[in-house]
């Protein structure tokens, strides 16, 4: 009965078209009439009957109807997006990022040029720009923009959409969710977006992107959801992003993306294009994301510190699923548990999967990661748990994270087959920022420097040195060591890149 039920509605829906399209002079009238004709049909269909199927059996149940409706008549279809940009486009602005640099010499960190030249290798400096959008979200002059828009600027303005410009300073930036908190250097009350819960957007909403494309001026374009909850996209360390097809370009980053009660759902972020313009894929950090770290820069935080459970997750293959008994690989499967931290105390432990977070669906742990990101610091989330065959549900209190001291980078000098090679101890911060798990210990690589002896053994940025000439490379100072113990005759080298174990011999 669905089968059929769906194509009535359809030939209906056809019909009414036809008859709009070679009737432009029926009355309104007659034109109302048909569509609460077609509307009654519709609903009618929709309610169900008491009949039977063609193979005799009762129907299948139908979904709850939907709130949200289609545009049926032509006065429907005329409507315009222009009252929304009017309300909701002023409190979109520019952004303008300027920093001093200073031009370095490819033989930088090159040890035969710095012996003989010495290290005197850089450039008179030069201003370099960039631009972007922003959102004010308070009537203060709180504006929410993209970290990688400001990201090392010496000076920042706000340009608003009547022409306006103002200085601004750094209230809080973050890079790992490539979110940043400024203040517009002036006492006036501008206009504002109100931030909306991005957890009830759905895919086919209608949505506006406003932003400074290419630095053409403000523009808007329209689309809808076209995914929700979208992770491993790589944009930054927390991937949880709303996708539309509403067209983002270079400049867009920082801008609003905005539902049709006007609230702000998303702040647009990146897009996948093989061109550099939009191919109808762009990403937005949600406003849920947003509004955790614009709390914190007004009480006065200048970093967004992240909630800890004091546990470790990888995702549910579809063969640990099957030995599970889940119909769906999904969920946050524990498998480290640190000692004291709040899943140890709440009893959660190695092997334990995590379905949901206050009855939100966890596909994988980046969901997890977002979901209690979003929770914040002190709160207490209740988590629905498998354990073996039973299902519980576990209450756990959010702390923060122990501190870890600040570990400084270190580059690699001397005649060595290393040198030109930044390197670190792996923290939990540095951990996230490579992506790498959390639990593993070592050395790695921050960076290479160009035509160095380490770019030419193909040391990448996020390699971990683990092992030279047979010694184990756990701190800096083991691998200085081994360095300086002299010239090898034949050196031995092993790297971990993307979990794999790269070896490289040297004579």
Known sequence: M??????IVGFLSAALAVALLLSPVASLAQEKSTTDM??????????????????????????????????????????????????????????????????????????????????????????????????????????????????????????LSDGREFGSRILLKDEATDLAILKIDANEAFPTLALGNSDNVEVGDLVLAIGNPFGVGQTVTSGIVSAQSRTRVGISDFDFF????????????????????????????????????????????????????????????????????????????????ESLGLAQPYGALITAVTDGGPAEKAGLKVGDLILSVEGARVDNPDVLAYRLLTAGIGSTVKLNVMSGSQQREVPVTLASA?????????????????????????????????????????????????????????LRQGDIIRRINGVEINTVSDLTEVLSAGTSLLWRFEFERNGAIIRQYIR
């Open 2 to 7: 669905a089968f059929r039920s769906s194509r």
């Open 38 to 159: 077609l509307r009654d049909t519709i609903k009618g269909l929709l309610d169900g009957d008491s009949g039977k199927t063609d193979n005799g059996q009762p129907p299948a149940p139908l979904p709850a109807p939907s709130t949200k409706q289609i545009p049926l008549s032509r006065d429907d279809m005329q409507l315009s997006f222009a009252p929304l940009v009017k309300a909701t486009a002023p409190a979109v602005v520019n952004v303008y990022a300027a920093r001093q640099v200073v031009t370095r010499s490819p033989f930088a960190g090159d040890p035969f040029f710095e012996q003989f030249f010495g290290r005197q290798f850089s450039g008179p400096p030069r201003i370099q720009s960039s631009l972007g959008s922003g959102v004010i979200v308070d009537p203060s002059g709180i504006v929410v923009t993209n970290n990688h828009v400001i990201k090392d600027a010496d000076d920042i303005k706000v340009a």
């Open 242 to 321: 709303i996708q539309t097809d509403a067209a983002i370009n270079p400049g867009n980053s920082g801008g609003a993306l905005i539902d049709m009660r006007g609230q702000l759902i998303g702040i647009n972020t990146a897009i996948f294009s093989r061109s550099g313009g939009s191919i109808g894929i762009g990403f937005a950090i949600p406003s849920n994301m947003v509004r955790a770290v614009v709390e914190t820069a007004k009480k006065g935080g200048k970093t967004f510190e992240r909630p800890f459970i004091g546990a470790t997750f990888q995702s549910v293959t579809p063969d640990v699923a």
């Open 402 to 458: 122990p501190k870890t001291p600040e570990v400084q980078s270190q580059v690699i000098e001397g005649d060595s087959p290393l040198a030109g090679a930044e390197v670190t101890e792996l923290t939990p911060d540095i951990a996230r920022r490579f992506r790498l798990p959390r639990t593993t210990r070592g050395v790695v690589v921050t960076g290479v420097y160009r035509s160095s002896p380490a770019m030419r053994l193909n």
